[in-house]
């Protein structure tokens, strides 16, 4: 095998662990900063208004401040009685308010992108307090408040904004480790590239 031969082979071994590597720190930036953004959300429910004693269907749709959709989100909805005179609703927030437990907490599931669904049957009448609980990166999470009035009349779209993100200390300490590992665990895949790859060149040359 000639020299250009080796060459290129060594060449093909860097460039698989060069694609690798980034492949891996994309993911990884994706995750850390995932969140760094306002999100805007959007909930009505189906049919509107339900009749009362029967179940709904709630959907709740999220897009970024560019009007993309947010995909792939872990999303929960907690319904609870509306506070009491002259209390206030929680503010949104990147920490869980401390609030008694819900009549119902249930998971989003999504149906379309950045489309999230599910079935929910409340006590007939009244308005109630809707958590939106966004916990889609571990250590992370963002909560606004919804008002939804069943009342008998239309509720019809309901808007809400889910504040950003910050990166918390244990996230950032496993962004510095996978940032100083992620380069050696690259340089060990290439090495064993380039070495695997020459007992095969070394047979070649003596063959010839």
């Given at each position: 095998?000639?020299?250009?031969?080796?060459?290129?082979?060594?060449?093909?071994?860097?460039?698989?662990?060069?694609?690798?590597?980034?492949?891996?720190?994309?993911?990884?930036?994706?995750?850390?900063?995932?969140?760094?953004?306002?999100?805007?959300?959007?909930?009505?429910?189906?049919?509107?208004?339900?009749?009362?004693?029967?179940?709904?269907?709630?959907?709740?749709?999220?897009?970024?401040?560019?009007l993309a959709p947010v995909e792939d989100?872990?999303?929960?909805?907690?319904?609870?009685?509306?506070?009491?005179?002259?209390?206030?609703?929680?503010?949104?927030?990147?920490?869980?308010?401390?609030?008694?437990?819900?009549?119902?907490?249930?998971?989003?599931?999504?149906?379309?992108?950045?489309?999230?669904?599910?079935?929910?049957?409340?006590?007939?009448?009244?308005?109630?307090?809707?958590?939106?609980?966004?916990?889609?990166?571990?250590?992370?999470?963002?909560?606004?408040?919804?008002?939804?009035?069943?009342?008998?009349?239309?509720?019809?779209?309901?808007?809400?904004?889910?504040?950003?993100?910050?990166?918390?200390?244990?996230?950032?300490?496993?962004?510095?480790?996978?940032?100083?590992?992620?380069?050696?665990?690259?340089?060990?895949?290439?090495?064993?590239?380039?070495?695997?790859?020459?007992?095969?060149?070394?047979?070649?040359?003596?063959?010839?």
């Open positions: 095998m000639t020299r250009t031969g080796v060459g290129g082979r060594r060449n093909r071994a860097c460039a698989r662990g060069g694609r690798a590597f980034a492949i891996a720190l994309a993911l990884l930036v994706g995750t850390v900063h995932g969140h760094a953004t306002l999100v805007f959300g959007s909930l009505g429910i189906d049919p509107d208004p339900p009749p009362p004693g029967t179940s709904f269907t709630l959907t709740l749709t999220l897009e970024d401040p560019a989100a872990v999303v929960f909805v907690e319904v609870r009685p509306m506070p009491a005179a002259g209390e206030t609703l929680p503010s949104p927030s990147t920490e869980a308010p401390e609030l008694p437990p819900p009549l119902r907490a249930e998971r989003l599931v999504e149906v379309a992108p950045a489309v999230y669904r599910a079935d929910f049957a409340l006590p007939d009448g009244g308005a109630y307090h809707l958590l939106v609980r966004d916990q889609t990166f571990q250590w992370e999470e963002a909560n606004a408040s919804v008002v939804l009035p069943l009342l008998g009349d239309p509720v019809g779209e309901l808007p809400f904004i889910l504040p950003p993100t910050q990166v918390g200390p244990r996230s950032l300490w496993t962004w510095i480790v996978w940032l100083v590992g992620l380069p050696l665990l690259a340089g060990v895949v290439v090495t064993l590239l380039v070495l695997r790859s020459r007992p095969a060149a070394g047979a070649t040359e003596s063959g010839a």
